[in-house]
Structure formats: structure tokens, C-alpha cells
């Protein structure tokens, strides 16, 4: 095998470096994508949870404290999501008054409570 001059040599690896860093980087994006498919799984089961439990117990004192929190962080384009917010320009209670969730029956799914 006949030595390569510096230059060429020096080419040579440059082109193998950007090959690698494409494969890393290729590999890198797939593991945000498993990572953030991961998180998202885990706050639908959350989430899934916390609203069983609302809608077993809404006058309790966890679901009163989710529903304050839901009501101060939901912004008005997803209010509609959760049916026993107030919406936006709803808000006449006062802040120092518990808010009691009015949710529809649901079926219990195998949650104890």
C-alpha cells in the first residue's frame, strides 16, 4: 500500500469524522425521540391518575387542590379540556375559596381508591 501524503491523509480522515458525526448524531436524535416519547407516557399515566381520582372524589382535598392548580396554570385554549374549570372570564370566586370540581360520572377503570 503506497503512503498517502499529508494532505490526503488529512482528507481522508475528515471524511471518515463527518461519516461518524453523522452516525452520531443520527443516534443521538434517537434516543431525545425514545426519551421524550418516555416522558410522555409517563404524564399521560400521571395525568390519567389524577383526573380518576378527581372524578371519585371531588370535594377531597387532593382533587381541590389539582382543580386550584389546574384553574391558575390552564391557559383559556385548552380550558375546554377539563369541563369543571371555570373559563377565563368565570373567575368571580374568591381565591380564598376552596373550588368544588363538578365532573360527570365516570365508570371506575381499576383504580382503588
Do not use: C, Y
Request: net charge positive; proline share 8%.
Amino acid at each position: 500500500m503506497a503512503r498517502l501524503e499529508p494532505a490526503e491523509r488529512r482528507a481522508r480522515l475528515l471524511k471518515e469524522r463527518a461519516k461518524l458525526d453523522a452516525q452520531l448524531r443520527g443516534i443521538e436524535a434517537q434516543e431525545r425521540e425514545a426519551a421524550r416519547k418516555l416522558d410522555t407516557r409517563q404524564k399521560i399515566i400521571a395525568g390519567a391518575i389524577v383526573l380518576e381520582q378527581i372524578a371519585r372524589d371531588p370535594t377531597g382535598a387532593g382533587a381541590i387542590q389539582v382543580v386550584a392548580w389546574l384553574d391558575q396554570f390552564v391557559e383559556d385554549r385548552s380550558r375546554g379540556l377539563f369541563p369543571f374549570l371555570p373559563s377565563s372570564g368565570d373567575k368571580t370566586a374568591k381565591a380564598s375559596e376552596p373550588k368544588r370540581p363538578i365532573l360527570p360520572e365516570v365508570p371506575p377503570h381499576g383504580l382503588e381508591a
